[in-house]
């Protein structure tokens, strides 16, 4: 009887799942194949002529990480460095201080008063959009004049103006800075979240055995976000990968001398800006979709939660065996 | 003696009370002391935006940093208003155009998908489910050559139509409706209905949906919001001036010839930020709740 049912409604699970796959296919599906194969092909310039494959196939790939005739690395390669480093430096106090935060706000001896207060506005910068954000950072930090520049010579931390614009480790800082402060009220709400669904009889049982605040967080606070930090990690360094509309829009611009140019930076430029090298953008960003592969899947194998996963293998093995059972009766 | 060793403990505990009380507060001074300097930095760039909307360049040329307004916000205006990249209105209606049409595609299909996957036995479920979560991984910028080519293709580089029909294909949306199903929705309510002789697709809109409505209203914040912010693909597709978002207006202050006019940038930057503020302090509490709700089910 059952069964029954359950055959003759199927048909209903494709019906309602063709528009999903439908804009999947053309808006994602499609472009991805597409890049894949212009990858090895001569499609490049203002109007691509006839798609043809290239004599070396893999020249494309090969000319991202061909060093430069200075004899400094390639130009990708260095997007691909100065995104790893702004998202690390961005990512890592981050992080911290979420953790930090969220400890704080659930601790259960001492309330934090006000903690409504501080999450909103915590969270604050990241509902305003980017583009705003990066055109208001600039001119706060404007050269000669801006506020940044009149507090710090206010305050007597700087005699001259400095040029925020012109220094490579500054204009780094400046977005990984931005970033940080983007991002840490969000990661910081996920782990609240984390840490409230905590048993609370854990907190409790180790306070009777002595443990102080420093040894909870360190031995239940941790373990127990490990999932939602991976989760975390993650779609941040996704994120990260796609860095755009803040390096682009600064007042560095990519600059000084490339040391803030992302990947995503590097295949918007490539593709977009003459002389349109479409195919080499698609070699790029494969390449970028590998390594986020590669890097999320080592993250979900070093941070998988062992026990869950011998949990998942042995209920398979039951079910194996009921169906077996089943079959057999 | 027993009562000896009774005065001593109580003593020995008022003690750690004590100590415990001091310990509170020294920990409460440095927990209050740092969110402070967090919440000023996190609202000294706005604030410092709206308050230099309000004054003239030369006085925020001698001195930027200050938290008096002036009295210049008319003149600002006026000036805004010269900037022919920059025009407000018709921003905010190709923004919000393209953000509410996106949102209600999202919103809508994402249901349509998790509904397919949570209530109907289908043999490529599986297949399919795994594909929504892979391309939950995939950065935006990994497609972004093809579907300009998609785009060229289908003689839309320069059309609204191109943001917002993508909307309908949003996997971590979907991610969320199909595990927000499964605590909200039992399938016995599903059966009732059929036995009553309603249609899937008319069970679906008229019995599954008003279950899903705080999942759909939490998504749609987001959606709204992201969609809104997104400056990227329209800054890739758009050249006719008539279809800029805001998020390319704002950018486009940035070079203006008008760079010199601080007071005006700072203005421009308010009518693009200050909209949102304010949606988001009506909505915090969702907003918030939403963040947390998201990540402990993702």
Redesign the interface.
Known sequence: MNKRK?VS?????????I??????L???L??????IV?GFTNYEGAIPGKLKLLKDPLENFKYLFKKRRSGEISYFLQAFLNTLRMWLVNFIPQLGLSLL?AA?FT?N??K?K?QG?????????N??????????????F?HP???V???LR?VGILKEPFNFWQNKIASRALIEFIQC?QWY??TM??L???VI?INPEIFEASEIDGAG?WKKFWYITLPSCRP?ML??L?TSM?GG??M??IPN?M?SAGGPDNATTT??MY??NT??KKPYK?NR??AA??V??II??IV?SVLFYLMRDKDAAKMAKEKKAEMKRRKLEEKGV | MASNDLIRSTKDSEVALKSRKKDAVVFLTIIYVICTILAILSLWPFVCMLINATRDTESIMANAVSLIPGDHLKVNIDALKKITTFNAKTGMKNSFIISASATILTVYFSSLTAYAIYAYDWKLKKAFFGLILGIMMLPGTVTIVGFYRTCYKLHLTDNKLMLILPAIAAPGVVFFMKQYLEGALSMEIVESARIDGAGEFRTFNTIVLPIMKPAMATQAIFAFVGNWNNYFLPMILFIKQKNYTMPIMVSLLNGDIYKREFGCIYLGLSTTALPLIIIYLLLSKYIISGVALGSVKG
């Open positions: 359950l409604y199927s048909k209903f699970g494709y019906l309602f799942a528009p999903f796959l439908v804009a999947f053309i808006f994602t499609y472009p991805v194949i597409f890049a212009i935060l704080w601790d001896r001492v934090v006000g207060f501080f999450k909103v506005v915590f969270y604050l910068p509902i305003i959009t980017a583009a705003t954000v990066a055109i208001l950072f600039s001119t706060l404007d004049k801006g506020p520049n009149d507090l206010m402060w009220g969000s709400v996920v609240i979240a984390a669904g605040r939602i989760f975390t993650v996704i990968f796609s755009f509309d829009l007042r990947l995503s295949i918007y593709a977009f479409y953008a698609a960003s494969i970028l979709f986020v592969i999320s």
